[in-house]
């Protein structure tokens, strides 16, 4: 599948790697494989990272049908799921500004997009020099 998480239950975060093309499939069998992780948690911080997809993989459609199913949850905080979109090239940064056009007109996910590391782990108030360190100090 060309999505991988690794909750981080320290910093309270879930980082996931999207590479190639994602399709609405992949997407629900990841948040499937997600919600049943014993260390899922709804509402956690999201970091979410795209640079590596190679293709839209899903439509319009597809990535609303994904907001609401994320949204479809009770979360414990009221507030939702705080979500940064990490994107690289101008395609995975359009996907990105779509999802977060999406998530602004409903409850639950607040995504912002971001093109560089640095930004990602500042909106998140993390003092790693990359997400590889970060995730190693896990």
Do not use: K
């Amino acid at each position: 599948m060309p999505i991988e998480y690794h909750i981080c239950v320290a910093l309270d975060l879930c980082y996931a790697r999207w590479w190639g093309s994602v399709t609405l499939e992949d997407a629900r069998l990841n948040f499937e494989t997600y919600l049943e992780d014993p260390q899922y948690r709804p509402g956690r911080r999201e970091l979410i990272d795209i640079r590596e997809l190679s293709g839209p993989g899903m439509a319009p459609a597809d990535i609303l049908h994904l907001l609401d199913r994320i949204n479809d949850q009770a979360f414990p905080n009221g507030h939702g799921t705080q979500m940064v979109v990490l994107a690289g090239s101008d395609l995975s940064y359009g996907l990105a500004r779509r999802f977060e056009g999406h998530a602004s007109l409903r409850d639950g996910v607040r995504s912002c997009t971001v093109r560089d590391e640095r930004a990602a782990l500042d909106a998140f108030g993390l003092e790693f020099q990359s997400i590889r360190a970060m995730l190693e100090s896990q």
